[in-house]
């Protein structure tokens, strides 16, 4: 089974979606584009989180104490261990493989406890602060070492999610930090594995995920220092000159974490998936609606990015988004919307069942008369990987020799491809505006309409 963007609970065939469930749903070819900021844990008014946080930062604070002791090459290749965290595949990596700080770039980090004379004294409040003071730094550096020193938590938590949803775990070796002893430790466990690596596969939490960490560099630079700090300053320093400006400043950081403390009270998790509003759904369809037919001022395009982005909102949470504009194994042809089938309405359960439909492919034609060239082009995609349904919008409404074809697809190949105008689409704005019902009712009007025309 070929699946496009496939996720592990479509590998085992298990129906949630990304909206159900509690953590992240990880793919299996490449990380979510993500990241774990330890800001929301130590926002959140949950004690756990709370706690967590606390272990976190105390954890990386020893790190750091152990090395002005004179533990230095323990505390070092530590550091460069947790620096990267395969097993939660969070980041824009799309190998699920990436790349551990060098030695260098350790070391520049752990002599900021000897160097600044507040953090030799109480250490990190927030160790996302790092990211001011030492190149190279950023947004995934901060979620792998903080998934690492939190690993033997989200081990716990990923065994309980599936038991949860009856996903199965296997029995798996994973190197963890120890927070009693300080060091990396190999545990045997069980947990989720990708079944194209067999590596492990640890859980987060979707409310500790954002698109970029609450406290980073390019956000104090334009908000904070920029405006408070570079004033003094008879031109505009470089990156390098600033972090270094801020280690030698540690007071300047501080304050600005504090307002950023003062300031969190609005912060929230970044979701996975968000839907444009009824304003920009409105917007989008009338953009459609007045677009001509063909490609003529690159109308076609037009009408496809309009389109995914009414059809991707409207159709959640019910269908998941997975990808646009995907190339067939031959790189021949392109299909223009994939959303996963994950089951979670009856019609789709129907379809999962009778068509063995587990991806829906939705094809955009921006034609005046749709045509049985593209019936028969939607239909060579319909295949074991996919199934046996698929979804056409086009522009008006089909000639009586189209809709016979796909009767006849139907009653040859048992193949069900629907037909949807810009009437349909309009109903689907409307529902999606009025949340009476759901737009993806209009799928399943125009699924019993097909099947009435059916022989019997």
């Not at 060239?373 to 979804?391: M, V």
């Not at 109903?427 to 999606?432: F, H, V």
């Not at 737009?439 to 009007?445: A, F, L, Q, R, Y």
Request: contains cysteine; proline residues 5%; neutral net charge.
């Amino acid at each position: 089974m070929i699946i496009v963007r496939p996720r592990i609970n479509d590998f085992h065939s298990i129906s949630f979606t990304q909206e159900e469930v509690d953590f992240a749903i990880p793919f299996l070819d490449e990380d979510i584009p993500l990241y774990l900021d330890p800001f929301l844990l130590w926002k959140n008014p949950s004690f756990q989180d709370n706690s967590l946080h606390t272990a976190l930062v105390n954890s990386f604070n020893f790190l750091g104490y152990d090395y002005i002791k004179g533990n230095a090459i323990d505390s070092i290749n530590t550091l460069i261990f947790t620096s990267e965290c395969e097993e939660v595949g969070l980041g824009n990596s799309k190998t699920k493989k990436g790349k551990k700080i060098s030695t260098k770039e350790a070391t520049t980090i752990l002599e900021l406890f000897k160097n600044i004379p507040q953090v030799n004294k109480s250490g990190f409040t927030h160790f996302e602060e790092i990211q001011l003071f030492v190149e190279n730094i950023s947004k995934d550096r901060i979620s792998d070492i903080s998934c690492n020193l939190m690993k033997s938590w989200l081990i716990d938590y990923t065994i309980d999610q599936c038991q949860k949803y009856n996903i199965p775990i296997e029995k798996s070796r994973v190197n963890i930090f120890d927070y009693k002893s300080g060091k990396i430790k190999e545990e045997e466990t069980f947990l989720p594995q990708n079944p194209k690596t067999g590596q492990p596969i640890i859980f987060t939490p979707k409310r500790w995920l954002r698109y970029i960490p609450y406290i980073n560099y390019e956000e104090y630079f334009e908000n904070y220092f920029s405006k408070e700090v570079n004033k003094q300053f008879g031109e505009p320093l470089l990156r390098v000159q600033i972090l270094n400006f801020n280690r030698h400043n540690y007071d300047i950081v501080q304050t600005y974490v504090k307002i950023k403390e003062r300031n969190a009270e609005s912060l929230k998790n970044d979701p996975l998936f968000k839907q444009i509003p009824v304003l920009s759904t409105k917007k989008k369809l009338n953009t459609i609606i007045k677009l001509p037919s063909g490609k003529t001022d690159n109308a076609d395009k037009k009408y496809e990015e309009n389109l995914c982005q009414i059809l991707a909102s409207v159709l959640y949470p019910h269908l998941d988004f997975a990808k646009e504009q995907s190339r067939t194994d031959n790189g021949v042809h392109i299909r223009d919307l994939i959303f996963y089938n994950n089951r979670s309405y009856p019609i789709l359960n129907d379809l999962y069942n009778d068509y063995n439909c587990k991806q829906i492919i939705f094809e955009l034609k921006n034609v005046k008369e749709l045509e049985n060239d593209h019936i028969n082009q939607l239909n060579r995609y319909l295949t074991n990987s996919f199934g046996n349904f698929g979804i056409i919008f086009t522009r008006n409404k089909p000639p009586k020799k189209v809709i016979d074809n796909t009767i006849s697809l139907w009653a040859g190949q048992r193949k069900c491809i629907l037909i949807l105008d810009d009437e349909d689409l309009k109903l689907m704005c409307q529902l999606y505006q009025s949340k009476q019902r759901n737009p993806i009712d209009v799928i399943n009007k125009k699924y019993v309409e097909f099947t009435q025309k059916l022989p019997s």
